[in-house]
Structures are given as structure tokens and as C-alpha cells.
């Protein structure tokens, strides 16, 4: 009983690890600015605020909870949604910082990037059209 058990945990365990998607992290086709995995996690943690063109970031985050956010937080955040969401918690608190907008779903975001030059966000890659940027892939 003992090794059925734990065969299904793990093969559950495996297949939710296989179903987060990937994510794409756009930005407005004009954006030329050098983004790299490192800077991207420091926009959405509210330590760079400007790009290196001097322009203020607009970033956008997805719903809590959707599969986008989740997958997002864990592969380039490092961070699961409670870690964020006391992350946040604190530089509100603290006057430090306000998290990204948050938007209802892929293409209210990929609507808002394509119209707005400074902005940046992440949609799950399977959304993508090329109205917008891809500047990684997680």
C-alpha cells in the first residue's frame, strides 16, 4: 500500500511541475533596451524603476493565481505566490514600494503592450502574436 502511495504522489507531483506554462516576457515593439533575465526579476521586485534610456517602467503582472503569474513567480522570481505576496506586503507597508498592476488575462495584456511603449509584462508563450516584443522565455 505503502509503494502505491508513493508512486501516485510522485507522479503527481511530476505532472504538476510539467503543467506550468511557458512564459513569455514582452515588451512594446519599440523597446530596445537590454533586458536580461537578472533585470527582468529586479523590474517585477520594484528595484529598477527606469530603463536604461532613462524612460519609468510600466510593468504588468497577471491575476493572483492565474498559471501565468504562478509560473512566472517560480521560474524567474524564484518565489511562490505567498513569498510574493509578503514580499509585497512589506514595501507597502513600509512605503518601499507598490507590486505591478495587475491585469485579467493574456490578451488584456498583450493589447495594453502593444499601446504602451514603456511598458513590460509576461503572458504564457502559447498566446503570443507579434503585436508585441519577446524578450525571454522561461
Known sequence: MNKILTVTITMFLLASFTCIAEVAVI???????ALDEKTIKRIFLGKNKKFDNGNKIIPMNQNQGSE?????GKKVLGKSDSQL??????????????????????????????????????????????????VGRF
Open 85 to 134: 505576496k509578503a514580499y509585497w506586503s512589506k514595501l507597502i507597508f513600509t512605503g518601499k514600494g507598490t507590486p505591478p498592476d495587475e491585469k485579467s488575462n493574456d490578451a488584456e495584456i498583450l493589447k495594453l503592450v502593444a499601446n504602451t511603449p514603456d511598458s513590460i509584462a509576461y503572458v504564457d508563450a502559447a498566446s503570443l502574436d507579434d503585436s508585441v516584443k519577446v
Open 27 to 33: 515588451v512594446h515593439p519599440s523597446n530596445n533596451n
Open 68 to 72: 501565468a503569474r504562478t509560473a512566472f
